[in-house]
């Protein structure tokens, strides 16, 4: 069973930038789609942005409309940490981060398909 392992995280303020990672159990980078989810306590899971690889070049990658442009999704060369980097950072970026990964590409937007997850890491922006 894959495992996947969150670090990262804590209190920013506006504008400012910050990293999230999630280490994987093993390379699953190079044959899983790989996602960000973040939840605020009293909203449903949303996407964040997810990437794809094929072999070492980026076969897909996609964002929410909230975060492009200010976030980015990748992996690291050993393909067994995922990372997104924020930029540009809002209070409404506010919440609980999660990483997932899951094989089939089909609804990868949806929080519902994904079976393996992180544990999750708070996320405050203050104005």
């Known amino acids: 069973q894959v495992q996947l392992v969150q670090s990262g995280g804590g209190l920013r303020q506006a504008g400012d930038s910050l990293r999230l990672s999630c280490a994987a159990s093993g390379r699953i980078l190079s044959d899983h789609i790989m996602a960000w989810f973040r939840q605020d306590p009293e909203k449903e899971r949303e996407f964040v942005a997810a990437?794809?690889?094929?072999?070492?070049?980026?076969?897909?990658?996609d964002y929410s409309l909230s975060v492009k442009g200010r976030f980015t999704i990748s992996g690291n060369s050993d393909m067994d940490t995922l990372y997104l980097q924020m930029d540009s950072l809002k209070p409404e970026d506010t919440a609980i981060y999660y990483c997932?990964?899951?094989?089939?590409?089909?609804?990868?937007?949806?929080?519902?398909?994904?079976?393996?997850w992180g544990q999750g890491t708070q996320v405050t922006v203050s104005s």
């Open positions: 990437i794809r690889y094929s072999g070492a070049s980026t076969y897909y990658e």
């Open positions: 997932a990964g899951k094989t089939a590409l089909l609804d990868y937007r949806l929080p519902s398909s994904y079976a393996v």
